[in-house]
T-cell receptor, first 114, second 112 residues
Framework: NAGVTQTPKFQVLKTGQSMTLQCAQD?????MYWYRQDPGMGLRLIYY???????DKGEVPNGYNVSRLNKREFSLRLESAAPSQTSVYFC?????????????FGSGTRLTVV | AQKITQTQPGMFVQEKEAVTLDCTYD???????LFWYKQPSSGEMIFLIY??????QNATEGRYSLNFQKARKSANLVISASQLGDSAMYFC?????????FGAGTRLFVKA
């Protein structure tokens, strides 16, 4: 089925550990995004990639890095996990939100940092 | 900077009635887009409807319509003939450039 695939779905990390969240889309979308969702705060933009080869910071980029590996894949890396990074992470893609194309979201990664 | 405000943390509506979910926004951009998304209890995010800042007519998608009042900077979602399956979180969002900023959401409860 066409869509956005995120892995893993669940992860528990110890403080200081690193990990990479993977995201791939098969809809040939230009732009890709990483959001985190915390209770009562909606979704907050971490990083985005408007097109292959470009990445930009969002609202809450500290503690994260991203790589737009190719048009399909956009990964999010936590270099040294902290309890404040406990959250649900969503990857999304869109042809072009400025032209009214909504996001297609992945199913999310629930990350707990202990 | 762009900002979305959703002032209703929770709303109740009787099945088959209409409900309006409020959204106000702030932006310095001349051109922007407004979106609504639904998040059921299962957790996935579903795109519902879009309104461009230059669109003169309110957007509609089936039972969803967007009441866009540009001068008041509001983009309220109207759901007609509510169904039990409409119970979910609803997020308003604004796009400028390629960045989309979301509000905190409104939880809608549909009563049978």
């Amino acid at each position: 089925n066409a869509g956005v695939t995120q892995t893993p779905k669940f992860q528990v990390l110890k403080t200081g550990q690193s990990m990479t969240l993977q995201c791939a889309q098969d809809m040939n979308h230009n732009s890709m995004y990483w959001y985190r969702q915390d209770p009562g705060m909606g979704l907050r933009l971490i990083y985005y990639s408007a097109s292959e080869g470009t990445t930009d910071k969002g609202e809450v980029p500290n503690g994260y890095n991203v790589s737009r590996l190719n048009k399909r894949e956009f990964s999010l890396r936590l270099e040294s996990a902290a309890p404040s990074q406990t959250s649900v992470y969503f990857c999304a893609s869109s042809e072009n939100p400025e032209e009214g194309y909504g996001y297609t979201f992945g199913s999310g990664t629930r990350l707990t940092v202990v | 900077a762009q900002k979305i405000t959703q002032t209703q943390p929770g709303m109740f509506v009787q099945e088959k009635e209409a409900v309006t979910l409020d959204c106000t926004y702030d932006t310095s951009d001349q051109s922007y887009g407004l979106f609504w998304y639904k998040q059921p209890s299962s957790g996935e995010m579903i795109f519902l409807i879009y309104q461009g800042s230059y669109d003169e007519q309110n957007a509609t998608e089936g039972r969803y319509s967007l009441n866009f009042q540009k001068a008041r900077k509001s983009a309220n979602l109207v759901i007609s003939a509510s169904q039990l399956g409409d119970s979910a979180m609803y997020f308003c969002a604004i796009t400028g450039g390629f960045k989309t900023i979301f509000g905190a959401g409104t939880r809608l409860f549909v009563k049978a």
